[in-house]
């Protein structure tokens, strides 16, 4: 270990062990004690678009894949101190085959400029200096996940002013590619009666009649590869489909959305649509509606279906 001013750089080797370039702000020598000791505190932790927050139960968040974006809230407190500054910054396990300069994620920090001072700071590699006076804030971090190891983690630092030590918290992942994209239906209701949700057992639908209208909302996901194109269709043609609202900064042939076809644009590795399914005809009393999802991953995609049954006029 080498202190060199206020920066203390630690370097670790091996396959085992992990790997933190710069961990600045820590102070060799320096008594402390657990009133100078700032804290942080994760206020959310988001994965994606979900809506659940794992500040409490980190250990439960799901694999994650190139392209998937975490939202995090950290609630900064410097007790008895004025904070200092602050750094995030990756963790990581090495192969010995592995570039040292490896990034497996990128970040945006969001912060009050207020409490900030400019001429210190360099969010865009994860480092804020913080003014006098400053001994509570909140930090929101957008960390996008831009490649995969065995094993990562998302590191902060926080130190406060004068002789405190810094203090350290992370973020466990698991990160890892799927071969297979994800179709994931989060809502499903029967002429905008929202109080029955048949997102998970779309088997306890009613029996349709002519003009009965089902709302699909879907999240489309690539897995740690870009999405290559969707397709909703029915054989029997006794239903009409629409896709709206889509995100049209996805979509590289629009032409092909009245087909009931998304063909997507490089690098988009989640999306979510909204399906509009009208009763047409009820010639047959069964049909099928299919769902169909490729990646750029080179292996074969996936497929849904949902079976339907039709009221005979």
């Given at each position: 270990m ?6 203390l ?10 790997l933190f370039?710069?961990l ?11 009133d100078?000791?700032?804290t ?13 927050n ?5 250990d ?20 008895k101190?004025?904070l ?5 910054q ?19 920090i969001?912060f009050n ?6 001429t ?7 480092m804020?200096?913080?003014k ?6 909140n930090l929101?971090?957008k960390?996008t996940?831009?490649d ?6 998302i ?21 890892s590619n799927?071969?297979?994209p ?10 905008n ?10 088997d ?15 999240k ?5 590869y ?7 269709y029915e054989?029997?043609?006794?239903l ?10 996805v979509?590289?042939?629009p ?6 076809i998304?063909?997507?644009?490089n690098?988009?590795?989640r ?5 509009k ?7 047959d009393?069964?049909?099928i509606?299919t ?21 005979r006029e």
């Amino acid at each position: 270990m080498v202190c060199i001013g206020s920066f203390l750089i630690i370097t670790y080797r091996g396959m085992k062990k992990w790997l933190f370039l710069f961990l600045p702000f820590l102070f060799a020598g320096c008594d402390t004690s657990n009133d100078d000791m700032p804290t942080i505190e994760i206020v959310k932790l988001y994965v994606n678009d979900e809506d659940i927050n794992y500040r409490n139960k980190i250990d439960k968040l799901p694999d994650l894949t190139v392209g998937d974006e975490l939202i995090i809230e950290l609630d900064l407190r410097g007790k008895k101190v004025d904070l200092s500054r602050f750094l995030v910054q990756e963790g990581k396990e090495l192969l010995p085959e592995e570039r040292e300069s490896g990034i497996f994620f990128s970040f945006a920090i969001g912060f009050n400029e207020e409490v900030i001072s400019n001429t210190i700071s360099k969010p865009e590699e994860g480092m804020l200096a913080f003014k006098d006076g400053i001994r509570r804030t909140n930090l929101e971090i957008k960390v996008t996940i831009t490649d995969v190891v065995n094993e990562a983690a998302i590191l902060f630092y926080l130190s406060s002013k004068g002789h405190a030590e810094t203090v350290k918290t992370g973020i466990s992942l698991k990160l890892s590619n799927s071969d297979t994209p994800t179709i994931k239906i989060t809502e499903l209701y029967l002429n905008n009666n929202e109080k029955n949700n048949y997102c998970d057992n779309s088997d306890d639908l009613p029996v349709l009649s002519f003009g009965d209208e089902l709302y699909f909302n879907m999240k489309l996901y690539g897995n740690g590869y870009g999405l290559s194109s969707f397709l909703v269709y029915e054989k029997k043609e006794q239903l009409s489909i629409d896709i709206v609202p889509y995100d049209e900064n996805v979509v590289s042939i629009p032409e092909n959305i009245g087909k009931g076809i998304l063909d997507f644009k490089n690098n988009v590795f989640r999306t979510s649509l909204v399906l509009k399914v009208n009763v047409k005809s009820t010639a047959d009393v069964k049909t099928i509606l299919t769902f169909e999802l490729s990646s750029k991953s080179g292996f074969e995609g996936i497929k849904e279906t949902v079976d339907l049954v039709l009221e005979r006029e």
